[in-house]
C-alpha cells in the first residue's frame, strides 16, 4: 500500500504479489456500490476492511476492492476515528497526569 508521502508499511514487491493474488480470489468489483473496474479510468483499489491501525491485518480475508471514489470516502471515515481515537488518549492522559502525584 502506497501512502501520499511516498513511504509504505509494506515494500512494493510484497503489495504487487497481494493485489495479483486478490485480483483472483476475491470478486473484482467494488465491495461497496458494485460498479466494475472502465477500463481506461483506472482500476479499483485494494482495501483493508479492518484497517491494520485498528488490528487488521493483510491476509486475504480482510481485503477487498473499492473503486476510487468509495474507498476515498472510507479512508475519510477511517482518518476521522483516527483522530477521535487520538483527543480522547490526550484527555486520557491529561486527567491522570493532573492526579498523578508524582507529577506535580
Not at 30 to 54: K, N, S
Request: hydrophobic share 35%; aromatic share 6%; net charge positive.
Amino acid at each position: 500500500m502506497a501512502w501520499r508521502n511516498g513511504s509504505s508499511r509494506t515494500t512494493a514487491a510484497e503489495w504487487k504479489r497481494l493485489r495479483q493474488l486478490a485480483k483472483h480470489r476475491i470478486p473484482y468489483w467494488c465491495a461497496q456500490c458494485g460498479a466494475e473496474p472502465v477500463t481506461g479510468r483506472g482500476g479499483l483499489e485494494l482495501d483493508h476492511i479492518i484497517p491494520v491501525a485498528e488490528g487488521g491485518t493483510d491476509g486475504l480475508d480482510n481485503l477487498q476492492w473499492l473503486c476510487p471514489s468509495c474507498h476515498a470516502e472510507k479512508s475519510r471515515r477511517e482518518a476521522a476515528r483516527g483522530i477521535s481515537r487520538r483527543v480522547a488518549r490526550r484527555r486520557l492522559y491529561s486527567r491522570f497526569a493532573a492526579r498523578h502525584p508524582g507529577l506535580k
